[in-house]
Nanobody, 126 residues
Framework: VQLVESGGGLVQAGASLRLSCAAS????????MGWFRQAPGKDREFVAA????????YYADSVKGRFTISQDNAKNTVYLQMNSLNAEDTAVYYC????????????????????WGQGTQVTVSS
């Protein structure tokens, strides 16, 4: 599956952004989707994941209560609504797809994930 992210940008602390990830090439409803981020000098880290049915959602502790993952199967698009942004959220955000949420949530090896987008930069100024 091919993934294209959009929606990143430069915002002030406390602001909101919504990232989008458009998927193509495979039945969107048969894959789990996730968001990861990578800050300069740090490893890529899990942010959120959603099951292909949309009824199970998972979040990293650092974003719980602030970020919301959702999907629109009709548009083959997954979203990441980010509220109350702070400087620690500054990173390149990547969309990912895999057969299930377990690998998205647990793997530390980006090479183990089936598909990645190209990433979109989010910068939060304090």
């Amino acid at each position: 599956v091919q993934l294209v992210e959009s929606g990143g940008g430069l915002v002030q602390a406390g602001a909101s952004l919504r990232l989008s990830c458009a998927a193509s090439g495979r039945a969107f409803s048969s894959v789990a989707m996730g968001w990861f981020r990578q800050a300069p000098g740090k490893d890529r880290e899990f942010v959120a994941a959603i099951s292909w049915t949309g009824d199970r959602k998972y979040y990293a502790d650092s974003v719980k209560g602030r970020f919301t993952i959702s999907q629109d199967n009709a548009k083959n698009t997954v979203y990441l609504q980010m509220n109350s942004l702070n400087a620690e959220d500054t990173a390149v955000y990547y969309c990912a797809a895999d057969q299930g949420t377990y690998k998205l949530r647990t793997t530390s090896d980006p090479g183990a994930i089936d598909s990645w987008g190209q990433g979109t930069q989010v910068t939060v100024s304090s």
